[in-house]
Nanobody, 128 residues
Framework: QVQLVESGGGSVQAGGSLRLSCAGS????????MGWFRRAPGKEREGVAV???????SYADSVQGRFTISQDNDKNTLYLQMNSLKPEDTAMYYC??????????????????????WGQGTQVTVSS
């Protein structure tokens, strides 16, 4: 079965950087899209960055210009380079692989627990 395993989270000071990785296994086909989502304490999960099978990318406004999503298809690995981190970026970050053929724009907004495969998450904590 499809498995997604995130890594790379940690604690950094504001202005610092982290690189998250998501290793996928259990599939040999190209997912309709893959992306990063996060849930901060007391808040709903939100889309951070998504890349679809055409290579189109969509970012949340709050991370545009600071975060970069990329993937290595040969390694079935998705990355999220996070620069200029802010305390408000503190959250559990989840990798997701879509089960629906959406564009990156759609996936960023409509991905849920019911239409994607999910990893267990990796914690990112940014201190001021």
């Amino acid at each position: 079965q499809v498995q997604l395993v995130e890594s790379g989270g940690g604690s950094v000071q504001a202005g610092g950087s982290l690189r998250l990785s998501c290793a996928g296994s259990g599939y040999t086909y190209t997912m309709p899209y893959m992306g990063w989502f996060r849930r901060a304490p007391g808040k709903e999960r939100e889309g951070v960055a998504v890349i679809d099978s055409d290579g189109s990318i969509s970012y949340a406004d709050s991370v545009q210009g600071r975060f970069t999503i990329s993937q290595d298809n040969d390694k079935n690995t998705l990355y999220l380079q996070m620069n200029s981190l802010k305390p408000e970026d503190t959250a559990m970050y989840y990798c997701a692989a879509g089960r629906v053929r959406w564009t990156a724009f759609q996936a960023l907004r409509y991905t849920s627990q019911y239409n994607a495969y999910w990893g267990q998450g990796t914690q990112v904590t940014v201190s001021s």
